[in-house]
């Protein structure tokens, strides 16, 4: 954690544009859960991984979060597609859903996350 409460996740080039993306553990609400990381459009974006449809995690396998086409995130499950730099429901199950976003800062070739009072880190054991 650095001073101002960030958390680490990954260095900045283990994020390619609309490539894999980086889970990282958190409490949700005080139930654990997971969140992620991606870059699209050269910027950096997190959100809870639970699809608005059903709450799932969205990954087909760990860290794959886009449809082929790189355009979008998509729900392995049902097929709900997401705005990357938004998280706002872009088609299929998710009408007017929305993935939760969490805070994330890249600065200095690394990225961080940010808790707040949804999102906190898991108790270190």
Same mark, same amino acid.
């Given at each position: 954690?650095?001073?101002?409460?960030?958390?680490?996740?990954?260095? =900045?080039?283990?994020?390619?544009?609309?490539?894999?993306?980086?889970?990282?553990?958190?409490?949700?609400?005080?139930?654990?859960?997971? *969140?992620?990381?991606?870059?699209?459009?050269?910027?950096?974006?997190? $959100?809870?991984?639970?699809?608005?449809?059903?709450?799932?995690?969205?990954?087909?396998?760990?860290?794959?979060?886009?449809?082929?086409?790189?355009?979008?995130?998509?729900?392995?499950?049902?097929?709900?597609? $997401?705005?990357?730099?938004? *998280?706002?429901? =872009?088609?299929?199950?998710?009408?007017?859903?929305?993935?939760?976003?969490? =805070?994330?800062?890249? *600065?200095?070739?690394?990225? $961080?996350?940010?808790?707040?009072?949804?999102?906190? =880190?898991?108790?270190?054991?």
């Amino acid at each position: 954690m650095t001073d101002d409460g960030r958390l680490f996740v990954c260095d =900045a080039g283990d994020l390619l544009d609309a490539g894999r993306g980086v889970r990282f553990a958190l409490l949700a609400w005080g139930q654990p859960a997971t *969140g992620f990381v991606i870059r699209h459009g050269g910027q950096v974006h997190g $959100y809870l991984n639970r699809c608005a449809h059903v709450p799932i995690e969205l990954d087909w396998n760990e860290g794959e979060f886009f449809e082929s086409g790189g355009q979008y995130l998509m729900c392995a499950t049902h097929g709900a597609v $997401y705005e990357p730099g938004s *998280g706002k429901c =872009a088609g299929g199950p998710c009408r007017g859903g929305r993935l939760h976003p969490i =805070a994330v800062h890249e *600065g200095a070739g690394k990225i $961080y996350w940010l808790p707040d009072e949804r999102f906190r =880190a898991p108790a270190q054991g």
